[in-house]
């Protein structure tokens, strides 16, 4: 092979990509690579780095300068490339993210870390906003994987709220309750109207774990038993988790990677290990990535799915931004009613989507080396392209469903997408969907074989309007 064959081949971006997020992740192959294994790289003129490539496949993760033209080299033994990153914020913003640090009263905002690791409540933001863009980041990736077409959400930048709930009071709730009492502080000082244009992204600064003690055995039943105000709930306006696992998170972009690959053992003594049983301090920030991500797509009216990241791959976001695969052996997660999860002797933990043990495991051995695991079921996918927080779409629309003749009816535009649900929860889990894109329709009629009995209908048309109605015809 001569070094005259190689050519550099960047996926999923082409000169008239423009991206209203700061994050992106370029990923790359070399075409008949050579034994050289590195490739270099400047952005913007700064110096050049150096970085391995693995069978032939490279990933690069950068901020983009907002507003601007950016402009990315890439070299590969005697093969060149540019390549040109347009940012543009999106104008007007009409809905946009919101993350909140959660901080009740009495307490300081610190959370749970390492000895002599800051952990002050402006380090927590500073973690939180990096966080969403990465988390915008997988979601607008998808998008374009599939679509071809760059989509996004206007994100905001972390704003601490003091809650006048008290610390310990918090503390002994369960996690509907105390997510009942931060929305009803939300709509109290914002407003409902407000609300309407807003989602909030919230993180509860005093999240305890009490820690395992020596004769206690390590599993998430012991573990969850230990942990206190670690909610992980969304609907609506709010998405709300804990910040057990803000300790193994990195404040800055130039540390993610590493982070990810961090096979520091976590002690269960002092802190929480919510990282499907990897122990690690990087399977503890892969795991609580993919539970964020999780949790904003229900914001995003996304139900749960089988698989994908509304599903039971919420723990491999780390494959996403990482270019050398690696198989893990880890429990198999199992979607499961809220409700029944909080009375569930066997529950494994405090999350919608659970792990749910079969003898000692149910394991998920993944062996697709090519593969990152992490993506979003077509359905999804369509629901979020038309979603308002995506499209910035204000248009008033309405869908109705008419029982008697089975028929879903868009008023306004077309209809793109009708999903039938499983009705155990707010949100249940998929059963079957029609992707209506290409049917330029206004009405869909439910096929006669179609059971409606305890089910949820979920509609989307083109204004971004969503129906969810609930059904039990027997």
């Known amino acids: 092979m001569t070094c005259e064959n190689h050519s550099i081949e960047i ?9 209203s997020r700061k994050i992106i992740l370029i990923i790359g192959t070399i075409k008949d690579p050579c034994d ?31 507003d601007t033209t950016s402009t990315l080299k890439i070299k590969y033994c005697q093969s060149e490339v540019d390549v040109s990153l347009l940012h543009k914020s999106i104008d007007p913003v ?34 939180i906003d990096l966080m969403m863009e990465l988390s915008q980041c997988v979601f607008s990736t998808k998008i374009i994987e599939s679509e071809k077409e760059e989509w996004s959400f206007s994100l905001e930048k972390c704003e601490i709220f003091n809650s006048d709930l008290d610390v310990e009071d918090v503390r002994t709730m369960d996690q509907f309750e105390l997510y009942d009492k931060i929305a009803a502080e939300l709509i109290d000082k914002f407003g409902d109207e407000a609300l309407k244009r807003r ?65 520091k053992i976590i002690n269960v003594a002092k802190l929480l290990d919510d990282s499907n049983y990897r122990r690690t301090y990087g399977g503890c920030f892969a795991t609580f990535l993919g539970s964020l991500i999780h949790e904003m797509g229900h914001i995003f009216d996304l139900g749960h799915t089988n698989s994908g990241l509304m599903g039971t791959d919420i723990d491999y976001v780390h494959r996403f931004f990482l270019c050398q695969y690696f198989t893990e052996i880890m429990p198999k997660r199992n ?61 008033e629309d309405e869908i109705n469903f ?27 889990i998929l059963r079957k969907f ?41």
Not at 11 to 19: A, D, G, L, M
Not at 95 to 107: C, E, F, R, S
């Open 11 to 19: 996926k999923h971006i082409n000169e008239n990509t423009c991206f």
């Open 36 to 66: 050289h294994q590195v490739i270099e790289y400047s952005y913007n003129s700064s110096d050049i780095v150096k970085q391995s490539i693995f069978n032939g496949n490279f990933k690069i993760l950068l901020r983009l300068t907002e």
């Open 94 to 127: 009409i809905y946009d993210v919101k993350p909140l640090y959660i901080v009740p009263k009495n307490h300081d905002g610190k959370f749970q870390c390492d000895d002599n690791a800051e952990n002050y409540a402006d380090i927590a933001a500073k973690k």
């Open 199 to 263: 989602k909030f992204v919230g993180f509860m600064s005093c999240t305890r774990f009490l820690g395992l003690d020596p004769d206690e055995y390590y599993n998430y039943v012991n573990i969850k038993n230990k942990t206190q105000a670690s909610p992980s709930l969304s609907t609506g306006f709010l998405a709300l988790l804990g910040n057990g696992s803000f300790y193994a998170l990195p404040n800055d972009l130039d540390e993610v990677i590493e982070a990810f690959q961090n096979k």
């Open 335 to 395: 979607i499961s009613n809220c409700q029944q999860m909080i009375k569930d002797e066997n529950v494994l933990s405090n999350r919608i989507t659970k792990i749910k043990k079969n003898g000692i495991y149910m394991e998920k051995y993944h062996e697709q080396k090519n593969n990152d695991l992490t993506f979003f079921e077509p359905n999804c996918l369509i629901t979020l392209m038309n979603h308002k927080w995506f499209s910035q779409n204000a248009n």
């Open 402 to 428: 008419d029982e008697a003749e089975r028929t879903v009816d868009s008023k306004n535009s077309l209809l793109v997408l009708v999903e039938i649900r499983e009705s155990e929860n707010k949100n249940s």
């Open 434 to 474: 029609w992707d209506l894109r290409n049917d330029k329709i206004n009405q869909f009629q439910l096929p006669n074989d179609t059971i409606l009995e305890n089910v949820t209908i979920f509609a989307m048309n083109g204004n971004g309007v969503t129906l969810r109605k609930h059904v039990n015809t027997k």
